[in-house]
Nanobody, 126 residues
Framework: QVQLVESGGGLVQAGGSLRLSCAAS????????TGWFRQAPGKEREFVAT????????DYADSVKGRFTISRDNAKNTVYLQMNSLKPEDTAIYYC???????????????????WGQGSQVTVSS
């Protein structure tokens, strides 16, 4: 069983920044591919970013590339999502996720992940 707790969401004006954090339980966090997804009202949950075990490889949705940065600190069992130049269309609940097994291969699809956090609301005002 893995527990994920997100924090750092909130209300920000367009053009502003926020940093989300996701703290994970588990002794093998450094072997989890991790990801961030988001879900806006009335829409499906969509991929945002993913990061490899060591943090050396990352992948992003086109809509956030160049504005968002995913990173991790395995010593703290924590993954981060730095969000800059925020837009109103970034408004959503943001979820972190981990994949427990399998190779160190980046994952963009929801079904590839095993555990999810409770979500953190991000609201960007225009």
């Amino acid at each position: 069983q893995v527990q994920l707790v997100e924090s750092g969401g909130g209300l920000v004006q367009a053009g502003g920044s926020l940093r989300l954090s996701c703290a994970a339980s588990g002794r093998t966090f450094s072997r989890y591919v991790t990801g961030w997804f988001r879900q806006a009202p009335g829409k499906e949950r969509e991929f945002v970013a993913t990061i490899s075990w060591s943090g050396g490889n990352t992948d992003y949705a086109d809509s956030v590339k160049g504005r968002f940065t995913i990173s991790r600190d395995n010593a703290k069992n924590t993954v981060y999502l730095q969000m800059n130049s925020l837009k109103p269309e970034d408004t959503a609940i943001y979820y972190c996720s981990v994949r427990l097994a399998g190779p160190d291969v980046l994952a963009r699809r929801r079904w590839e992940y095993d555990y999810w956090g409770q979500g953190s609301q991000v609201t960007v005002s225009s």
